[in-house]
């Protein structure tokens, strides 16, 4: 009997050594894991997301479980590329060409329907006299009498070679504006100005055409030309009239245009 007895406990022995043994085995792969796969296991892995954030995922502990935060770094600024200030574009400048002013235009900008009318054109030179009248042109030498179109165009061409204004005036015989217009007009022509400007004057009743591509419709008045352009226009049948305009005149030759 007790034989017996000692052979049931040598059994029951042996398999809990076998069970136990079992356990053990089960428990070996978790914890004798090769070095490089936990190193693996422990790499964090990151990614990077188009709004230029790096997630950084938590990384895997030995026991197999995953970090539950996870870790926002900001990304690099070296894939950032600046952007340059926009400067916006100048406005576009336009320059126009002032055809008319007060008291007249250029003569060579006057309309189509004067310059192309030829039967106006002819009238207009069989209606005009040859030579001014004496008794009412100027008595000065610093006063140049002008006639026609091409006078005119030659008198411009002259002083834009010597970089001098172009002054005239227009007037027409037995006029008593005119004639008190004209001491002033030649005081101006015979003062200083004359080393700045040249003057003209135009006896309406032979520069009938000059006077009508001019649009002159009263009299006296001056036009004054500067670099080729008409700049100003003036009317001077009043003293003190002739005297404001002799003064701009000043102001014209500095290279001020009204």
Not at 73 to 101: F, I
Not at 122 to 135: G, M
Request: with cysteine.
């Amino acid at each position: 009997a007790e034989a017996a007895a000692a052979a049931a406990a040598a059994a029951e022995a042996e398999a809990a050594a076998a069970v136990a043994a079992e356990v053990v085995a089960a428990q070996v792969p978790a914890a004798e894991a090769p070095a490089a796969e936990v190193l693996a296991a422990e790499a964090s892995a990151e990614a990077v997301v188009p709004t230029g954030v790096v997630v950084r995922i938590g990384s895997v502990a030995r026991s197999g479980s995953v970090t539950p935060a996870a870790e926002v770094v900001a990304a690099p600024a070296e894939q950032q590329v600046p952007r340059q200030a926009e400067v916006a574009a100048p406005p576009k400048v336009t320059y126009t060409l002032q055809v008319e002013r007060e008291f007249g235009r250029d003569p060579r900008l006057a309309p189509p329907w004067i310059t192309e009318n030829t039967e106006m054109l002819a009238e207009l030179a069989l209606l005009s006299s040859t030579q001014p009248n004496p008794a009412y042109s100027s008595t000065s030498s610093a006063v140049q009498s002008m006639l026609t179109l091409d006078d005119f165009e030659a008198a411009l061409e002259r002083a834009r070679k010597h970089n001098r204004l172009v002054v005239i005036k227009f007037y027409q015989a037995r006029c008593k504006a005119c004639l008190n217009a004209r001491a002033g007009y030649e005081k101006a022509a015979k003062g200083p100005l004359a080393e700045r400007a040249d003057f003209y004057e135009v006896d309406q009743s032979v520069g009938r055409l000059l006077c009508t591509l001019a649009k002159i419709d009263q009299l006296p008045v001056a036009h004054v030309y500067s670099g080729g352009q008409l700049v100003d226009t003036r009317a001077l049948h009043k003293p003190p009239l002739v005297r404001e305009f002799v003064k701009s005149l000043t102001l014209h030759a500095d290279g001020y245009s009204m």
